[in-house]
């Protein structure tokens, strides 16, 4: 693979081009990085790297979309665009010859979500501080590029330099961006009294959106309660339809039923419980009466 550097300087009035390059093989290298400079209003030479990401594309309104002869032609439009910090580049060229720029003004540290896999794209990212995802807890890392800095935009429930600390109440446990408490058997009650029990913490019965959460949630239970089901905040109103607490309808959102169920056994089955026995996770709808479950409590960060 091809690694190569290059030196950029730019006057607005009149583009002024300087280019040094030197072509260096690499084979073990994955990516190639280019080193341009931009000249600023002070005067000084601010230097930039391209970081290539191939089949990669940052999926954001482009500020300026071009033909161009190449790649090195695309990262120049981006240098002579100061709103510019990433591009993406057509992986193959056109009937032409030629390949499609897109000019970004952001990149795929602030827009990690929407940076995606491509078939007919890569995508070229400013190598920043953040590019070590140095920021814990699902927290953002937003650079400073005048200092070569970066800061950490932490989520709620984290706190420190990197949000490497997470604030959840005492005896709860962080998952993504949710605190998590199972109740030990002693506390074994009705949905309603469970339900209590959790807001008394500060919390309230779960709300699982993911297979990954009701699989963290599952495993919480086996190894913390001593009791093999767990009351959850899923309910069933008067239209006989599921709902959680969050006024979130069951259906259309993740579900993991055990099989057969909800059966609504007798007629009045309107809670759900979490089975940690041997059913990895699955729920079951059960009188709301019933007094062997615990509460899986949440507390949202």
């Keep these: 693979m091809k690694t190569f550097d290059f030196l950029v ?3 607005r009035e009149s583009l002024l081009i300087l280019i040094l390059l030197s072509l260096a093989h690499a084979d073990k290298e994955k990516e190639t990085a280019t080193a341009a400079s931009r000249k600023g209003i002070n005067k000084k030479f601010e230097f930039v790297n391209f970081k290539e990401d191939k089949l990669s594309f940052l999926n954001i309104t482009a500020l300026v979309k071009r033909v161009v002869e190449d ?3 695309c990262a120049f439009s981006c240098l002579d665009n100061l709103a510019c910090f990433s591009f993406n580049i057509a992986a193959f060229p056109d009937k032409a010859g030629k390949f499609v720029c897109e000019i970004l003004s952001s990149d795929k540290y602030s827009n990690s979500e929407n940076f995606l896999p ?3 794209l890569h995508h070229f990212s400013i190598v920043s501080p953040c590019s070590n995802l140095p920021c814990k807890g699902d927290g953002k890392c937003v650079t400073l590029y005048q200092t070569n800095r970066y800061i950490c935009v932490c989520n709620r429930g984290f706190r420190g330099k990197h949000c490497e600390i ?3 109440p005492a005896d709860f446990l ?3 961006k949710s605190c998590y408490y199972v109740a030990n ?3 074994a009650a009705t949905w309603n009294k469970s339900r209590r029990f959790c807001q008394n913490l500060g919390a309230d019965l779960a709300v699982i959106k993911s297979k990954d959460e009701n699989q963290f949630a599952y495993n919480l239970l086996r190894n913390t309660s001593g009791v093999s089901d767990g009351w959850i905040g899923l309910y069933r109103k008067a239209d006989n339809k599921f709902y959680w607490l969050d006024g979130r309808p069951a259906k ?7 099989d057969g169920e909800p059966n609504d056994y007798g007629g009045n089955e309107d809670c759900v419980h979490l089975n940690g026995g ?3 996770g699955e729920w079951n709808d059960q009188i709301c009466s019933y007094t062997s479950h615990v509460a899986i409590c949440q507390w949202p960060i």
């Design 9 to 11: 300087i730019l006057k």
């Design 118 to 120: 491509s078939k007919t």
């Design 278 to 280: 041997n059913s990895d």
């Design 71 to 73: 790649s090195l032609s």
């Design 252 to 258: 259309g959102h993740f579900q993991k039923w055990n």
């Design 185 to 187: 058997s002693s506390s």
């Design 174 to 176: 962080v998952h993504g």
């Design 166 to 168: 997470d604030t959840c």
